[in-house]
């Protein structure tokens, strides 16, 4: 059992790191978990880490978001959380974490191969049409939006899908991080009743949850203080190359 507290502990600290200053860290906590528990287990005590994370994250980002973007955002999540916790009752553990590692490394690559030929100026001095803009737009936010409820209640994965549409639309780190604590926050509320009722939760984590919370605390204050000095494109390739290793640690 201290085995598994300390692992619970360390991944707690991977949670606070994902939501305060590097989306992604906690993928990697989810397979330290998934070595002692269930993976089923893993995600529900993961779920319920990320929205003490939510929580510390909001308070630390508290004048940075974007209240515009979470409100067209978040109501493309509902249908993908729905398809998500059907997706639960029929597929077990092995399948589960292929699905989601092949659909995050395809959503990957494609965000990374659009951001290239943005870079390389192939559009430069061709004017789109407003409406055309608008309709895109739109597509995007439901594919993103869509992806993002379903990985989350699936494996607690939203992060990639939410973080190639912040790092899409060109956000500041502070914003970036600011806007995806209340985002996560609100799905991973939404995500907790589907979680009980799967079982995925249960109150033997209690204490072991209760001592990590300075730790987690401790890991936000550092990575505010951090996200105020690190350079933008150094966050966006971390937040890409997390993103990839997310993917292939579901994949193995």
């Known amino acids: 059992m201290n085995w598994l507290w300390a692992a619970i502990v360390v991944v707690a600290i991977l949670v606070a790191l994902d939501k305060a200053l590097v989306p992604g860290a906690a993928m990697l906590g989810v397979g330290v978990l998934a070595q002692f528990i269930p993976a089923r287990e893993a995600t529900g005590v993961t779920l319920a880490m990320c929205i003490l994370g939510d929580w510390m994250t909001i308070w630390a980002y508290r004048h940075d978001v974007?209240?515009?973007?979470?409100?067209?955002?978040?109501?493309?999540?509902?249908?993908?959380?729905?398809?998500?916790?059907?997706?639960?009752?029929?597929?077990?553990?092995?399948?589960?974490?292929?699905?989601?590692?092949?659909?995050?490394?395809?959503?990957?690559?494609?965000?990374?191969?659009?951001?290239?030929?943005?870079?390389?100026?192939?559009?430069?001095?061709?004017e789109v049409p407003t409406a055309q803009m608008t309709r895109g737009a739109r597509w995007k936010r439901s594919l993103y939006g869509g992806l993002a409820g379903f990985t989350t209640m699936v494996a607690n994965a939203g992060g990639p899908a939410t973080s190639m549409y912040f790092m899409s639309e060109g956000f500041p780190v502070r914003l970036f991080l600011g806007t995806g604590a209340w985002f996560y926050l609100v799905i991973n509320l939404v995500k907790l009743p589907f979680a009980i009722g799967l079982g995925m939760l249960s109150t033997r984590f209690l204490v072991p949850l209760i001592i990590a919370v300075p730790f987690m605390i401790a890991t936000v204050a550092v990575g505010r203080w951090v996200s105020g000095r690190i350079d933008k494109s150094v966050f966006n390739v971390l937040v890409v190359v997390l993103t990839l290793v997310t993917g292939v640690t579901l994949l193995v």
Not at 79 to 98: C, E, K, S
Request: glycine share 18%; proline share 2%; hydrophobic share 50%.
């Open 66 to 126: 974007d209240w515009r973007t979470l409100g067209r955002l978040l109501p493309n999540v509902a249908g993908g959380v729905v398809l998500g916790a059907g997706f639960l009752f029929i597929a077990d553990d092995g399948t589960t974490r292929r699905v989601i590692g092949a659909i995050i490394l395809v959503f990957v690559s494609w965000n990374v191969i659009a951001m290239l030929r943005r870079r390389g100026g192939s559009g430069a001095g061709t």
